[in-house]
């Protein structure tokens, strides 16, 4: 069996989402009623980090209230949060990512933007989290090349957004190999794209793709997102947890108000 070879001495709990496609309009309205639902499972559990593995929105000329409707919900989150870009909201000029000030939503938030890779260390969680910051989505793009190594004793944890395929050879865009999961050494590597709840083992480190938020958008009853509990000296355990996008009672009333506390229950 494998195990996390990190000498981390303290256990970490990640919410992992990825592939929401929040939009206009009112098709858009069941799809906002998932996330804010994932937000609530973040608070719920307790998670001390919360990752948002690309495609958190549908394409990238949003505005306008969506754009504060994720600023509200972030704002609900206590624990550090990361994001990163997929192939509906990539990265490029007056794209929404660009566009948007995560700062607006706490500087708990952070949005990788470097498209050779970047990573952030959380020296609280004793942990380090990269990924790339997709440009374009085409068989030239590599989500997981250059991954660094370990940082000291932290927990070594990756984001990216691509399709995962044994074939090294294919020309599909955005690929992501078996290969590359193992030597990448990641704890934990936190896929996006594939609209369906998958997990992966590949020598040391455990992949998922944590299932789309609102059901409609993937192939099941429910949506998903996944819980990942981090524990020394074990491997990875990963809980595929339901997201069933009801109207929750927050949702009744205007977003605007500023009591972001008393959203977190229902």
Not at 143 to 168: E, N, V
Not at 255 to 263: A, D, L
Request: net charge negative; proline share 7%; charged share 20%.
């Amino acid at each position: 069996m494998s195990v996390s070879s990190a000498p981390v001495n303290q256990p970490l709990k990640i919410a992992h989402t990825s592939d929401v496609h929040l939009h206009d309009g009112e098709d858009g309205v069941r799809v906002r009623h998932a996330f804010a639902e994932v937000v609530d499972v973040v608070l719920e559990t307790q998670a001390q980090l919360f990752l948002i593995a690309g495609d958190l929105f549908d394409h990238t000329r949003i505005a306008g209230d969506v754009i504060e409707f994720v600023y509200e919900q972030l704002s609900r989150v206590r624990c550090p949060t990361v994001l990163i870009a997929g192939n509906h909201d990539v990265w490029q000029e007056r794209s929404v990512l660009q566009r948007m000030d995560f700062r607006n939503a706490g500087h708990h938030v952070t949005l990788l933007t470097e498209p050779d890779g970047m990573k952030i260390e959380l020296p609280e969680l004793h942990a380090t989290v990269w990924g790339r910051c997709m440009l374009d989505h085409a068989p030239s793009n590599k989500p997981m090349a250059s991954s660094p190594p370990r940082t000291r004793d932290m927990w070594h944890i990756g984001m990216a957004h691509g399709l995962y395929m044994d074939d090294p050879e294919s020309e599909r865009s955005s690929l992501i190999t078996p290969h590359e999961i193992e030597s990448s050494g990641f704890d934990y590597l936190a896929l996006g794209h594939v609209h369906a709840h998958r997990q992966m083992r590949h020598g040391n480190t455990v992949a998922c793709y944590p299932g789309v938020p609102a059901a409609h958008l993937g192939t099941r009853e429910t949506g998903s997102m996944a819980i990942v509990d981090l524990v020394p000296g074990k491997r990875a355990r990963i809980s595929e947890h339901p997201v069933h996008g009801k109207p929750r009672r927050h949702d009744a009333r205007p977003h605007r108000h500023p009591h972001h506390h008393h959203q977190s229950s229902g």
